[in-house]
C-alpha cells in the first residue's frame, strides 16, 4: 500500500523568507501524481503545486515549487517570498495513475507558521 | 464559476442517529470524493462516485454510504452515529477523476454527542 509521510510536523518562517516542508512516500508504482495542497482555518482544500511522475522537469507555480527526486521517493515544497497569507496545514498527496483509482492519499500534514 | 458547496458547513448529533451531508460539485465536474478529517487519523478516503456510480471505496464501515445523482450532486450518510465519527468531512470534485487535482469544498463538520 501505498503512504505519505510529512516529517515535520510544525514549521516556521520569517516574513519574506524562504521554508522547505519535506515529504516521502512510498509506492511501487511507476507511474503517479503528487500534490501539494493548503489547508487555511477557512477549511478549504487548496491545490497549490502538482508534479507528474513521469516529468523530471521540477513543477513551479509563482513563489511555490518543488524538488521532486523519484528514485529517492521525495517530494518537497519550496516558498520563497514568505508571506503571511502563506500560514497554514500543508499537506502532501499521492495518486496513482488510473482514472478508476480516484483516492487521494494524503499525509499528516505540516502546520506552517509565518512571523511577522 | 462557483465552486464546491458542502451543506451543512455544521451539524451536532447524537450517537445512534443518523446523518446525511450533501455535496454540489462544479458544474461539469463528474467525479465526486469524499474524505474524513480528524486529529488522529488525518484524512482519509471514504468514497468517491463518478456518473452516478461508486468507483472506488476506503477501508470504511457499511455504516457509511453514499450516492451521486444525476446533476453530479452527491450525498454520503453515516448511520447509527458514533463518537469516534466526529470529523470534517470534506468533498472534492472533479472533471473526470484525472489527475489535474482536485476542487475541494470547505467542508461539513460533525460533532457526535
Known amino acids: 500500500a501505498q503512504t505519505v509521510t510529512q516529517s515535520q510536523p510544525e514549521m516556521s518562517v520569517q516574513e519574506a523568507e524562504t521554508v522547505t516542508l519535506s515529504c516521502t512516500y512510498d509506492t511501487s508504482e511507476s507511474d503517479y501524481y503528487l500534490f501539494w495542497y493548503k489547508q487555511p482555518p477557512s477549511r478549504q482544500m487548496i491545490l497549490v503545486i502538482r508534479?507528474?511522475?513521469?516529468?523530471?522537469q521540477n513543477a513551479t507555480e509563482n513563489r511555490f515549487s518543488v524538488n521532486f527526486q523519484k528514485a529517492a521517493k521525495s517530494f518537497s515544497l519550496k516558498i520563497s517570498d514568505s508571506q503571511l497569507g502563506d500560514a497554514a496545514m500543508y499537506f502532501c498527496a499521492y495518486r496513482r495513475e488510473g482514472g478508476s483509482q480516484g483516492n487521494l492519499i494524503f499525509g499528516k500534514g505540516t502546520k506552517l507558521s509565518v512571523k511577522p | 464559476k462557483a465552486g464546491v458547496t458542502q451543506t451543512p458547513r455544521y451539524l451536532i448529533k447524537t450517537r445512534g442517529q443518523q446523518v446525511t451531508l450533501s455535496c454540489s460539485p462544479i458544474?461539469?465536474?463528474?467525479?465526486v470524493s469524499w474524505y474524513q478529517q480528524t486529529p488522529g487519523q488525518g484524512l482519509q478516503f471514504l468514497f468517491e462516485?463518478?456518473?452516478?456510480?461508486?468507483?472506488n471505496k476506503g477501508n470504511f464501515p457499511g455504516r457509511f454510504s453514499g450516492r451521486q445523482f444525476s446533476n453530479s450532486r452527491s450525498e454520503m450518510n453515516v448511520s447509527t452515529l458514533e463518537l469516534g465519527d466526529s470529523a470534517l468531512y470534506l468533498c472534492?470534485?472533479?472533471?473526470?477523476?484525472?489527475?489535474?487535482?482536485?476542487?475541494f469544498g470547505s467542508g461539513t463538520r460533525l460533532t457526535v454527542v
Open positions: 458544474s461539469g465536474h463528474r467525479s
Open positions: 508534479q507528474e511522475a513521469y516529468k523530471q
Open positions: 462516485y463518478f456518473s452516478e456510480t461508486q468507483r
Open positions: 472534492a470534485s472533479s472533471f473526470s477523476g484525472t489527475n489535474y487535482g482536485y476542487t
